[in-house]
Nanobody
Framework: QVHLAESGGGSVQAEGSLRLSCAAS????????MTWFRQAPGKEREGVGY???????SVVDSVKDRFTSYQDKAVKTLYLQMTSLKPEDTAMYYC????????????????????WGQGTQVSVDS
């Protein structure tokens, strides 16, 4: 059974940093498209970044140069390093995985991802 567990969220001041983790189990890690989404109150869930089965990674323009998605296959964990955080980054952050969807920024549609973690809250104070 696929299980994704996020951790590492919290409250920080603007310009602070956090590292989110997503521990994966129940599937062959590296064979699924692994992604980060976030959802702010009153807004739709949006894609943040991904790592594909080849290890290629990217993040959306709104967090480029501030967020980095990477992984450690040995411990089956996906990470999102977030720096220079802004109040508009405040959201619930989710890890999602799918074995079939196209793993590219233009395809980060939450409806296309089968497996989800429970989310971890990030709050950035101005």
């Amino acid at each position: 059974q696929v299980h994704l567990a996020e951790s590492g969220g919290g409250s920080v001041q603007a310009e602070g940093s956090l590292r989110l983790s997503c521990a994966a189990s129940g599937f062959t890690y590296g064979s699924y498209c692994m992604t980060w989404f976030r959802q702010a109150p009153g807004k739709e869930r949006e894609g943040v970044g991904y790592i594909d089965t080849w290890g290629r990674t990217s993040v959306v323009d709104s967090v480029k140069d501030r967020f980095t998605s990477y992984q450690d296959k040995a411990v089956k964990t996906l990470y999102l390093q977030m720096t220079s955080l802004k109040p508009e980054d405040t959201a619930m952050y989710y890890c999602a995985a799918d074995p079939w969807t196209v793993c590219k920024l233009d395809y980060l549609d939450p409806k296309k991802f089968l497996y989800w973690g429970q989310g971890t809250q990030v709050s950035v104070d101005s």
